[in-house]
């Protein structure tokens, strides 16, 4: 079948090279398949390191040895499936994660992977020569929504998380991420020895939906990013006192609902303040404890993730809100403790991978733009140790995380494209 | 054995009457029996219309019937036990629930089961005349805390609510009132006919604790109470867009957790305003999801409690509560709706019984202190077809409606003093 009229991009030449194999109902496919693999509820739930999660690299390991690709696991639940080159060692890759947010969607990651499972199948299909050896990636447990730490699987690959960190993070129901690794079949302590290794690889690029509405406001297929947004999560318990609503003056009040409500009221306006512009402050989850309708709040917990371009007023931000916070707790005579539990920088990709892909969209006929990444992505991981760099395709209403996340299979094939040529252009180049 | 000692006024003069009588061992054995009927997790979980509270209705009842009393449970779960007069037909009653918030304490509403315990012990033991009836009473379901309605027993007794209402009611878990009463063998659909008759009564006393500090704060063992708060509770939604923390700029963000903040953080604004002094603003229950670190809110649900003992003011204030809300949300683009789910208006206790309580006090040689009563009780419902009166215990620094809420026994027996004085005193009185 010809995918021309499904490029979005009618006015563009032809595909000369084996991209024009990318097809839209395989991709098509593959996201239903990946889509039906949630807990019941909205949207897409796949959380990291749930057996739904191993299911789902479980499809994508089976896809690739269909295909003939040799396919293994670490002990860090990343899948790496490889397509031998023709001698030149150093390998080039691409690829993304499979889990999800709580009733997250079905694009966000999975895009990626699935351009992985169709470049393969392209390039097994088409038999286009190749030096080096392809690698084809879904990384474990990406999202920080369940432990707070985010592209878990990505870290450990990159030797940013080690095995003896994994007691360190639990989730709500106070399982570590090592107990959720062991039940899942993986091998917490022996983490450390899955690291890549930087010679073994030449160069990685992940293909995401961009989570944002800048591509969808210029009507572009696709992106190609500079650098990529830092995230510093901070966990704040406010304590106060738990008593009756009705027999408790205001003024002989401790009430740590208040107090959280005041901080999540003060981070709004320092994230919008002028003079920050830029770095986003986002309070996404927040229990209150006793939880009755008649009792003053006595515990209030809510998390902090605070996202920047620029490290030193990521940091700065996460600093004063700390600050602040306490100042608004001690005003109104309750406890308050702030910890951070997970800080990562921001991370300019390097121009030379990010000059391949702009070529390769250029190539294609298809515009792009330079933007940057406000969410983290495994690419920030990996990009510590390997030459990286990430392109976009559109989404639609900027929206992620909701069950609403959606991106139209047409949008996504001139990424793949782009993905492909990049791809293979790195795959020739020498820097 | 003489309690002389442990009513906490060694110098009061000796109860002359069967005052004399009664027991702070017996008190304290009673208290420590229903603390134990408690669901797992901090102080006592004993939920309205669960088996756990039947179970603490079916002590009181034992024990009545164990004196002598003749005992009864009404279709709404209420538990009236009768000790006969000498003719004249009017009763009087004592009593109150036996219900408890989530993690709530020991003593609201025991204390005054408990002292109808005792009083009817006393009266049994002692073999005292009187012309009345006498009834005491265990009132059903006050607390609001699962249904959003407060004094649901009193308030099916009192007529106020009706068969046909108790499927409006709902918890969190989507269970309505009507499934859970009949889940615990009542008959919801037959309240209708447990109406208490306005000429089968002649006064209800209420004993409780005073859920505040103002008779712990001027050292005092009793206060009787003039006029009790009502309590409008509203639910309000908050629905924006659940999108990805970092993908989404602050501008265009609809954030529902940001919203509902704002609405906590201007509820106690307006609550503490000099020219509301007096009302109370509570936001005790509050929900957020996904409730993902990494997702912006979509959908925030809290509940506000407003409490004053001034009819025009409650009201008033919940509207422009409702009125602020939704301007808050509007600027921000995210829908509100605010929803009153029940609404209970402050009730002024008939002068003459709370005579007869004061002249009890004085007979005792307790001083007393006339107070509000921040908290609503079953009195304030049975006060609509029963004149009513209700005295107060110290709560050990104000707290209630937590595992800390506390009245050392020694508190609560000068409590149980005034109370049978005044029934005596109410037995003998034409008015």
Chains 1, 2 share one sequence.
Do not use: K
């Not at 959720?180 to 010679?199: K, N, Y």
């Not at 986003?280 to 902090?304: A, C, N, Q, W």
């Not at 921001?346 to 250029?362: F, K, M, N, Q």
């Amino acid at each position: 079948m010809t995918t021309e009229a499904e490029s979005g991009t009618p006015g563009a030449p032809r595909a000369a090279g084996p991209e024009g194999g990318v097809d839209a109902s395989r991709i098509a496919a593959h996201l239903a398949t990946f889509a039906d693999l949630t807990e019941p509820g909205p949207g897409c739930t796949r959380l990291a390191f749930s057996p739904l999660e191993r299911r789902a690299h479980a499809v994508f390991a089976r896809h690739m040895a269909d295909l003939g690709l040799s396919v293994g696991t670490d002990h860090a639940g990343n899948t790496v499936a490889e397509l031998p080159g023709t001698g030149e060692p150093r390998a080039i890759g691409t690829g993304s994660h499979l889990d999800t947010v709580p009733s997250g969607g079905g694009f966000d990651g999975i895009v990626g992977v699935v351009s992985a499972m169709e470049v393969a199948e392209v390039m097994v299909r088409s038999g286009t020569p190749h030096r080096r050896p392809w690698r084809f990636v879904a990384f474990a447990a990406e999202e920080g929504a369940r432990f707070g730490q985010a592209c878990n699987g990505s870290r450990m690959a990159a030797g940013l998380t080690s095995s003896a960190d994994l007691s360190g993070f639990t989730d709500r129901d106070g399982v570590t991420m090592a107990d959720a690794m062991a039940g899942v079949g993986l091998r917490p302590d022996l983490v450390d020895r899955s690291r890549w290794r930087a010679e073994d690889w030449f160069a990685f690029v992940e293909l995401h939906i961009e989570q944002g509405e800048v591509l969808r406001s210029r009507g572009l297929d696709v992106g190609v990013v500079d650098v990529i947004s830092g995230s510093t999560r901070l966990r704040v318990r406010a304590t106060g006192r738990a008593t009756h609503s009705g027999g408790t003056p205001m003024h002989l009040r401790r009430d740590a609902m208040v107090v959280a409500a005041e901080c999540v009221v003060l981070g709004d306006r320092i994230a919008r303040d002028p003079a920050r512009r830029g770095v986003r402050v986002t309070v996404g989850r927040l229990t209150v404890e006793p939880g009755s309708i008649t009792t003053i709040p006595g515990e209030v917990e809510f998390f902090v993730d605070v996202r920047d371009v620029d490290p030193v007023r990521q940091r700065e931000t996460a600093r004063v809100l700390a600050q602040e916070f306490a100042a608004v707790a001690m005003a109104r005579g309750v406890e308050l403790v702030t910890e951070t539990i997970a800080d990562t920088p921001p991370v300019t990709l390097p121009d030379w991978v990010a000059d391949h892909a702009r070529a390769a969209s250029d190539g294609l006929g298809l515009p792009y733009q330079v933007l940057p990444s406000g969410a983290s992505h495994d690419i920030q991981q990996i990009g510590h140790i390997i030459p990286a760099g990430l392109l976009f395709v559109p989404s639609e209403a900027g929206l992620s995380h909701s069950p609403d996340e959606f991106t139209p299979t047409e949008q996504i094939v001139p990424g793949v494209r782009v993905l492909l040529r990049t791809l293979l252009r790195l795959d020739e180049a020498d820097r």
